[in-house]
């Protein structure tokens, strides 16, 4: 049994170093088809696309760092709910869908 569970955990470690190897080379691969574009470009297509856009220079490497602006906000079910189920779920949908197009 004791061989089993050897067997088990190196195959366990080899999956896990292997995925991990190749999701670093993926990610390599999405970086270097963002770098081929300009970041005048880049900034360009957001602001298009309806984001508000800060960007600077890191002082370090001399990279120009463009961030999005994003809203997070936390939702709880509170224990004043007037409206009947139906109700509530027709304007969940709604809220998704809003939030889709943004």
Do not use: W
């Not at 297509?45 to 809203?71: N, R």
């Amino acid at each position: 049994m004791e061989i089993i569970y050897r067997i088990m955990i190196m195959l366990c470690v080899f999956t896990l170093v292997f995925s991990c190897k190749n999701r670093v080379e993926k990610t390599q691969e999405v970086v270097t088809q963002k770098e081929q574009k300009s970041v005048k470009k880049i900034k360009e297509e957001l602001l298009a696309d309806g984001f508000k856009v800060f960007d600077y220079v890191d002082e370090k490497t001399g990279d120009t760092v463009i961030m999005q602006q994003y809203f997070i906000a936390f939702l709880k079910k509170g224990p004043n709910r007037s409206q009947p189920k139906e109700e509530a779920e027709k304007l969940q949908n709604l809220h998704q869908a809003h939030l889709g197009k943004m």
